[in-house]
Structures are given as structure tokens and as C-alpha cells.
């Protein structure tokens, strides 16, 4: 028997476990799987609600020391060189796996059952590809259907959409100039479309009959420029291409969150952008966008004050792009706390009702569990003081929002009772030499390195990351049993 389950990437060749079977078996089971997402795998994180989750039980621990290599697909046969960073999810629809790879981000549709080469989309971007910050296969791509007509869409090295026919890997004529939005293009801002600091490596949201696409910029703790490109987030109709929206996550004079900025510092600053994944509830109408930092990781000398929307979440709406709410976690960051994936959407019981919330992972480690409606925390999440730092010209925000539930899920802070402690001479030199350096709990500031004192040490690390453990600690707070992922509209 044959059914496909979920895939595994291993270096720069897509893998599929099977159980033994004759390929025309294989082929034809896996034409009949029926389509929806219990036995598809649809969108990059299985679907909208990026639940990470599939129902299929046929590989389990009794039987998964007996799987077996059904077949494998190269994908260093695909553009200029190997890539060294291959990270797309592959998409299953219909016995068909789509996703993007090779260092050309070409876009493949392979045969779910035998590694059959399909079909297969390239563009050449010459110069603006190779200018482009974010490079390599990148996420994969997204699918949309309405039930006739199949799409496959994702966004190239240069940052430009396409959409395909999913039979065929025809660009769609009807979509964009032959097929083709050029993101760099209709952005309320003036760039040069070949040398501009902006791209994006994720999978563009598709909602209703929308396609949201964010941005991304160089990666680096510090920019190379002040005045760099904006990261808008916008919305695109999946049939024409023709944008339907603009959200500025660097807000505008007169807009909703400008005055956060001191100094109109809002004018001149760059980045802000949205360069992971995105959520989205079709029944309310909204995405969920993770803003991360405008002009600069861990310096805010040029972004004074509370500055939204960085390190913001924002519900926006799905067919105006109207900010809904939003909810900042961290504010006027100097750690580099970027929101580094989707939110989960869930639906869980709190005081005897079900409540609409989602779950968001974060870099420091704190899951935030908001009413995924209007934004309001669904336990506390209090201000508390946090230390201001001593680099020149620096603004420091007096508070932080601190989840009171759930627990952190990893260790955050460094105190002397986190030094190594084998031995107590080992202790005594661990101590010794931490004296050189900074140390406090969560949100501890940067400070200016001199003789004596050669920074701040951080735990997380600057970069932090949400783990395994993030899963695990929604469920410690809640029984696994009543959380449910939202049922589709």
C-alpha cells in the first residue's frame, strides 16, 4: 500500500519514504488520493493556520525502521551551480509535488509516486537576480485553485510574481505581463529595478483570491544604508495580478502608528520589511504579518521611539489591507527579536469558551497567545522595566511585554548561576572572566565595548529562534485534546 505522507529534504535531493509497492500501483493510488488537507499537503506549513500538522498515521514507530527509498530527485541538476542552502517544502496536490529549487529558484512539478519530472519553469533574471539579497531556491511556492482553474505562484530571485498553470508550468496570460508581476514595480516608492535591496525567499500568501507578498532585505545585523528600501506588505488578485492593496509597515505622515516615530524618523528610514511566512483566517478576512525591524538589528539611533510597526504583529484585512490591530512584542528592539515565522492559529478553550487565538514563536523565546480577532492577550502580558543601555544617541524603551503564560520555552537572561559549574575551579574562572563582560536577564541592553567590558552577552543569542519546544509549551498550558485548528470557511 502506498500513500504519501510528508517529505523530507536531504541536502539537494527531495526524498520520499514509501512502503513497497509496483510503481503503476504507486502511481495510481497516489492519482486517487483525494484532494483537501488531510491527505494533501497544500501550503508550506500544511495550511493557512500554519498548523505544521498531517492526520496520516500509515508511517508510524512500529513500521518506520522498514521504509524504504521509493525514488529521489536531483536538484543540483537545476541552475548556474549546487546551492548550499536548500529549504523549500514541497506542496502535494493531487499526486503531484510543486516547489522551487536549484540556485535560479526554477519552479519543478514532479510525480508524486515515481520522481517524474513534469514540468519545469525558469527565468533568467541576469543582473537583477544576481543583485537580488535574498538568493537560492528560497521556500517553495503557493497553490490556488477555484475548483477549475489551478495556479502555482511564487516569487522569483529578483523579486517579480509569477503564476502557473499547474497542468502545464505555462505562465498564466491573464495574470500580470504574461504571467508576471514585477514586485519592484507599483510600490509607492521610486527603486531601481536592478539594484534595489529588496527580495524575498518566502512562499507568497494566498487567501480567498488573494496573494499577499512581503519583502526582504539584505540579512545583517546592521544595514549598509540608512535610507533603505521600505518592506511594504501588499495584496495582489490571483487572477489578474492587479494590486488590490498596500500596507505601510513604516507608516506614512497622517497615517495610524507615524506619531510612534520621534523626529520623523519614520521618513527617512528603510527595511521593516515581512520575510517570513504569513498566517491567514479566510473566515474573518484577515492575515497575520510578522513585521521585523526597520534601519538597523541592534542600533536605534535613526528609528526613535516605540517606532511601529517593528516587531509588530498586524492582522490586516484580506480584500482592503486595513490594519485590523495590531500587537508590538517587542518595543524599539536593539536584540534583533524579528519575528521569525507564521503565527499558529488555533481555537482553544479559555473560562468555558472557545476562543479564536493564535500562537506566535518568537526569537526570545516567549509563545504570545493572542485573541486572533482583535489582538488582546488571552492571558496576561504585562510591562515591566527593562535596563537602558549607554550608547550615545541611542533611545531606550522603558518597558517590555512579558507573557505570564505560557512559560518561556528555553533559557532566557545570563546570571552567574548559568556559568559552567563541573568543578568549582572551573566556576571561579567562569566567573572571572564573564566580569569582562555585561550580563543580566532578558532584554539586558547592548553597551558600548571598552578596556575592561567588551559588550553584552545574551541568552538567546542575538539571532535566538524558536524551537520544538514552542509546540510543547502551548501544550503544557493547554490539554492537547482541546486545541483545534480552525475549521475552514
Known sequence: MFKMTRRRLLGGTVAVAASIGTAPMRRAMAQDLPGGPDTEWRHYAADQANTRYSPLDQINADNF????VAWSFKTDILGARKEYQFEPTPLLVKGRLFLTAGSRRDCVCIDAATGELLWMFRKDEGQRALNSPRQLSGHGCSYWTDGKQERILFVTIGYQLVSLDAATGIPDPAFGVN???????????????????????????VARDTVVVGAAHTAGDVPAVRKNVKGYVRGFDVRTGKRKWI??????????GYDSWLNGDADEAGNGG???????DEELGLVYVPVELPTGDEMGMFRRGNALFGESLVALDLETGVRRWHYQLVHHGLWDRDIPCAPILCDIPVNGRTVKALAQPTKQCFLYVLDRTNGQPIWPIVERPVEAGDVPGEWYAKTQPFPTKPPAYDVQGVGIDDLIDFTPELR????????QYKIGPLYTPPVVSKPGRWGTISAPGIQGGPT??????????????????????
Open 247 to 256: 500596507f505601510h509597515t513604516i507608516p506614512k505622515k497622517g497615517e495610524y
Open 65 to 68: 525502521s522498514d521504509l524504504q
Open 274 to 280: 515581512v520575510w517570513a511566512e504569513m498566517s491567514a
Open 179 to 205: 504571467g508576471v508581476v514585477d514586485l519592484k514595480k507599483d510600490f509607492d516608492q521610486e527603486i531601481d529595478p536592478e539594484t534595489a535591496d529588496v527580495g524575498l525567499h518566502a512562499t507568497p500568501l
Open 468 to 489: 520544538g519546544r514552542a509546540a510543547a509549551t502551548i501544550r503544557k498550558a493547554i490539554p492537547s485534546s482541546s486545541i483545534r485548528r480552525p475549521s475552514p470557511p
Open 428 to 435: 571561579a574562572q567562569a566567573v572571572e572572566l564573564v566580569k
